[in-house]
């Protein structure tokens, strides 16, 4: 049978248009209205400090030198580049960054949740709660620092952690897992509290089941409390690469067991996950603690990956809040150099002795480095000693054992705090498609509270 030239460009015609509505940018620009792709579900992952060359040099560690292996986040079909000026400043810093990405508003440095004349601002988290869903908070540094408490509380000084603690439990956040159990507890107790109020007490009144170490946290990771929180560390959790694997949990278990708990509810769950140390890793110049809590970032968004598998109702955001250190990928990059890194040079600086007498055993057990020169080996004896003034504000100890590993690893840093690079935001999921292109920070939660059917201001 013949077929006439016009019905052959017909059927071409129509293939092409099928190709074009079958192709993933326009699924997912349909998914993003689509009712029956409905957002029920919305985890959103910060990584501190995180900026793209973290994520780069992470991924190529992570591939055994291969620049094209890719983090599963890096694989995300939408990618957005967002600025994140705060009100005062052209560098923000975390507490102005997360109240914009959680209420969309600017405020100024130090400020959380208010605006830069305190009034409070409404967050999406707070709004999701309206909404029925359950909410959660995860970071690997106390839970009342700035990231978490930019979403769960409102404070106009960033330092008034003993302020924030009980602000989670007025706003019934469900789940919160990190650091900071001093903020919870009193003098007494080895905690900060003055006020001779012991937090924990009250939490555990309204329910809360208190878990403070691996075993406990597995005894409860499939959801067996409606309620939890968990506090693994007095201060800051460790950084990944020197965390004591049977005792503190990975960021990667802590978001399974939220994830596991907050899912129960039938109306859904909002959960912040915050890899709060890559940022202090980039302030001391840490190679392998950036390498590694960005690693621990990627497990754990494997995590919500899986869940995302059998509930696809569930978006996933990635993103950073601003970059830290400004770190460079150098010529001179050595990925077998950072691979045989066994600890942080802030941890390298403890197991030294103040004589110095053991510096190159430390260098060689924990960096693979055998070549200190008697000048790297004498200024760090004197910074050990107190001899020199440490450089480094973070507390890391000796900061010329960063200079020295960067200088072996092919790892520039062009600054010990913030940069104003704009961040990079990935998403995978219904609605996904919405954060590509460029825009403010502040329109993040805005787009979020779009597809939930929120409206702004919250």
Same mark, same amino acid.
Request: proline share 3%; with cysteine.
């Given at each position: 049978?013949?077929?006439?030239?016009?019905?052959?460009?017909?059927?071409?015609?129509?293939?092409?248009?099928?190709?074009?509505?079958?192709?993933?940018?326009?699924?997912?620009?349909?998914?993003?209205?689509?009712?029956?792709?409905?957002?029920?579900?919305?985890?959103?992952?910060?990584?501190?400090?995180?900026?793209?060359?973290?994520?780069?040099? =992470?991924?190529?560690?992570?591939?055994?030198?291969?620049?094209?292996?890719?983090?599963?986040?890096?694989? *995300?079909?939408?990618?957005?580049?967002?600025?994140?000026?705060?009100?005062?400043?052209?560098?923000?810093?975390?507490?102005?960054? =997360?109240?914009?990405?959680?209420?969309?508003?600017?405020?100024?440095?130090?400020?959380?949740?208010?605006?830069?004349? #305190?009034?409070?601002?409404?967050? /999406?988290?707070?709004?999701?709660?309206?909404?029925?869903?359950?909410?959660?908070?995860?970071?690997?540094?106390?839970?009342?620092?700035?990231?978490? =408490?930019?979403?769960?509380?409102?404070?106009?000084?960033?330092?008034?952690?003993?302020?924030?603690?009980?602000?989670?439990?007025?706003?019934?956040?469900?789940?919160?897992?990190?650091?900071?159990?001093?903020?919870?507890?009193?003098?007494?107790?080895?905690?900060?509290?003055?006020? #001779?109020?012991?937090?924990?007490?009250?939490?555990?009144?309204?329910?809360?089941?208190?878990?403070?170490?691996?075993?406990?946290?597995?005894?409860?990771?499939?959801?067996?409390?409606?309620?939890?929180?968990?506090? *693994?560390?007095?201060? $800051?959790?460790?950084?990944?690469?020197?965390?004591?694997?049977?005792?503190?949990?990975?960021?990667?278990?802590? +978001?399974?067991?939220?994830?596991?708990?907050?899912?129960?509810?039938?109306?859904?769950? *909002? @959960? !912040?996950?915050?890899?709060?140390?890559?940022?202090?890793?980039?302030?001391?110049?840490? &190679?392998?603690?950036?390498?590694?809590?960005?690693?621990? @970032?990627?497990?754990?968004?494997?995590?919500?990956?899986?869940?995302?598998?059998?509930?696809?109702?569930? @978006?996933?955001?990635?993103?950073?809040?601003?970059?830290?250190?400004?770190?460079?990928?150098?010529?001179?990059?050595?990925?077998?150099?950072?691979?045989?890194?066994?600890?942080?040079? #802030?941890? !390298?600086?403890?197991?030294?002795?103040?004589?110095?007498?053991?510096?190159?055993?430390?260098?060689?057990?924990?960096?693979?480095?055998?070549?200190?020169? +008697?000048?790297?080996?004498?200024?760090?004896?004197?910074?050990?000693?107190?001899?020199?003034?440490?450089?480094?504000?973070?507390?890391?100890?000796?900061?010329?054992?960063?200079? &020295?590993?960067?200088?072996?690893?092919?790892?520039? *840093?062009?600054?010990?705090?913030?940069?104003?690079?704009?961040?990079? @935001? &990935?998403?995978?999921?219904?609605?996904?498609?919405?954060?590509?292109?460029?825009?403010?920070?502040? $329109?993040?939660?805005?787009? /979020?509270?779009?597809?939930?059917?929120?409206?702004?201001?919250?």
């Amino acid at each position: 049978m013949k077929i006439s030239k016009k019905v052959t460009l017909l059927i071409l015609i129509a293939v092409l248009i099928l190709g074009i509505a079958c192709s993933p940018s326009i699924r997912a620009e349909k998914a993003a209205g689509d009712k029956h792709q409905a957002i029920k579900n919305v985890i959103v992952f910060i990584g501190d400090g995180m900026g793209n060359q973290q994520r780069r040099i =992470a991924g190529i560690v992570q591939g055994d030198g291969n620049p094209a292996n890719r983090l599963s986040f890096e694989k *995300f079909q939408a990618v957005g580049l967002a600025t994140n000026q705060s009100a005062d400043a052209l560098v923000t810093d975390s507490a102005a960054s =997360a109240t914009a990405l959680s209420s969309g508003y600017k405020t100024n440095n130090h400020m959380l949740g208010v605006s830069p004349d #305190g009034k409070k601002k409404p967050t /999406i988290l707070e709004a999701c709660k309206k909404q029925g869903k359950s909410t959660g908070l995860i970071t690997t540094v106390a839970i009342t620092h700035a990231t978490p =408490a930019g979403f769960g509380a409102h404070e106009a000084d960033r330092k008034k952690q003993l302020n924030i603690a009980p602000q989670y439990l007025e706003n019934n956040i469900d789940v919160l897992l990190g650091g900071g159990k001093g903020e919870f507890t009193t003098k007494e107790m080895g905690g900060e509290r003055e006020d #001779g109020k012991n937090l924990i007490d009250a939490y555990k009144k309204a329910g809360y089941t208190l878990v403070e170490n691996l075993t406990q946290l597995n005894e409860i990771k499939n959801g067996k409390s409606a309620k939890i929180l968990g506090l *693994f560390a007095m201060g $800051d959790m460790d950084y990944e690469i020197d965390r004591n694997k049977s005792e503190q949990p990975s960021l990667a278990e802590m +978001t399974e067991t939220a994830i596991n708990t907050l899912g129960k509810n039938p109306k859904g769950f *909002f @959960l !912040m996950v915050e890899a709060g140390k890559v940022d202090w890793a980039c302030h001391g110049n840490d &190679v392998a603690g950036s390498v590694h809590d960005t690693l621990a @970032l990627d497990a754990a968004v494997k995590k919500a990956l899986d869940f995302q598998k059998k509930h696809p109702e569930t @978006l996933i955001i990635v993103v950073n809040d601003h970059e830290t250190g400004g770190l460079a990928i150098t010529q001179q990059v050595n990925i077998r150099a950072i691979q045989q890194l066994k600890a942080t040079t #802030g941890k !390298m600086a403890q197991m030294m002795k103040k004589d110095g007498s053991n510096i190159d055993e430390i260098f060689k057990t924990y960096a693979g480095i055998t070549d200190l020169t +008697t000048r790297e080996r004498t200024v760090i004896a004197d910074e050990l000693s107190g001899k020199s003034k440490m450089e480094d504000e973070w507390g890391y100890g000796a900061s010329i054992i960063s200079k &020295v590993v960067c200088k072996r690893t092919g790892i520039n *840093f062009a600054t010990g705090g913030h940069t104003g690079t704009p961040v990079v @935001l &990935v998403a995978e999921g219904p609605g996904a498609s919405i954060f590509s292109g460029q825009y403010d920070q502040t $329109d993040i939660p805005k787009k /979020i509270a779009q597809l939930l059917g929120i409206k702004f201001p919250f």
